[in-house]
């Protein structure tokens, strides 16, 4: 089955030159949303991982990290909180920000997003530099969260990212080195 998933993800990314700026290569992952039962393979993988758990949130990173979590979130019974760009979301927030491979950031979540104790499962589509994911936990544990780990589609392992993270546990559908 993982040998399968694997083989069908890697059809269905594609890669985009120069985007979003010179010598970037994108990972695009909507081939994989275009196709439900490849989209709905994703979601259940990640489900697999953490069957049998307690978890009480999901954070999906604005914004491919949405595409996963929602579903994800409600696999797992769990409640889904977006981890949005500033000015995103209506309610009181708490903000980190970072530093991406092209430029920086900054995410919020709402204060309330996450109860002291909440076991917490970050999603996103991909790992690359580690810096939107490490900012993610960051956040997560300012909210009295639990990080039991985090899971992406995509992770380019060339670029080191999964020792931005630190001790949490990371799972990735596919690899690219």
Do not use: N, W
């Amino acid at each position: 089955m993982k040998k399968d998933l694997d083989r069908r993800l890697r059809a269905a990314i594609r890669d985009i030159p120069d985007f979003p700026k010179p010598g970037i290569m994108f990972k695009d992952i909507t081939p994989l949303l275009a196709d439900p039962k490849l989209f709905r393979a994703t979601v259940d993988a990640f489900a697999e991982e953490y069957a049998g758990e307690h978890i009480d949130v999901v954070v999906g990173m604005e914004s491919r990290g949405f595409l996963f979590g929602a579903p994800l979130a409600m696999e797992l019974s769990a409640a889904f909180a977006p981890a949005r760009k500033p000015g995103k979301l209506p309610y009181r927030t708490k903000s980190v920000s970072y530093d991406l491979e092209y430029g920086s950031a900054t995410l919020e979540l709402h204060t309330d997003a996450l109860k002291p104790g909440d076991r917490v499962l970050i999603v996103d589509d991909l790992l690359a530099t580690g810096g939107t994911a490490a900012a993610t936990i960051d956040l997560c544990r300012q909210l009295g969260g639990e990080v039991v780990g985090c899971l992406f589609v995509v992770e380019l392992g060339f670029l080191d990212g999964r020792k931005r993270l630190g001790d949490v546990p990371i799972q990735s559908l596919i690899h690219f080195d």
